[in-house]
């Protein structure tokens, strides 16, 4: 006999985003193959359980002279992003034009790594695993992976006897000094290739040439940084 628990959790649904029969608001439109390629990948990353509860941000370079970036608005379910539910950001972080949602808060760390890194798109997530492991490996100022197969999978690297360096940067709501805290790094650290950063308790930003690439280096720093957690335990 069938019967229902009391405690059987309500159902999500974990469809992809259905982008057939969706209206584009008019400044959007050219850019439909880009935002439906944010949202393919917010609904992945959700389902990794990496951007929960509305949390994540998440970019693409639209121009590079000057910057302009197309960007996740503020407060949105990554799991099911609408195709409106983004924004045009200039490289100081700013809203192109007044009828616009709001920005995601962290839109001034995504400017930097457009501008100081070369990124094409830029991917900031909440993970488990960057969550805990940027608390365990703080006082260090950053945590390095190397010897891993994986490794292989970051663009410039072609051997498993190679090294990441994650730098840990504090946490605060104060995101002008957050980025000022990445700009000194990266002026400190001219030659260190940077794949990617964490922030403590908070989460990683991680980049590519094109949302490709930065969906590549997510999913090889995450599996990292789970070895990393997981050997830690034992
Ligand atoms: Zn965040």
Known sequence: MKSTSPHTPPSISTKPVSEATEVFAP???PYADQI??????GHQLWNRGWSLGTSSNYSVVIDRNPIRLL?????KDKGHLGPN???FVDE???????????SSAETLLHCTAA???????????????????????????????DDFEMLKGLDGITTHQSSCWLPIFDNTQDIPALQAQVMKYLDEHPEEKCWGYLIRRH????????????????????FLLECMGRTLRR
């Open 27 to 29: 400044h959007l439109k």
């Open 92 to 102: 100081n972080g700013k809203v192109t034009s007044a009828d616009q949602p709001k």
């Open 115 to 145: 501008s100081r890194c070369g990124a094409g798109a830029v991917l900031h997530t909440h993970s488990v695993w960057a969550t805990t492991l940027s608390q365990h490996f703080f006082q260090l100022g950053g945590l390095r992976i």
């Open 85 to 87: 539910d983004f924004v």
């Open 203 to 222: 989460g990683l930003y991680t980049w590519g040439k094109d949302l490709a690439e930065a969906t590549r280096h997510l999913e090889v720093i995450e």
């Open 71 to 75: 960007i996740t608005a503020s407060g």
């Open 36 to 41: 439906n390629g944010l949202r393919r990948v």
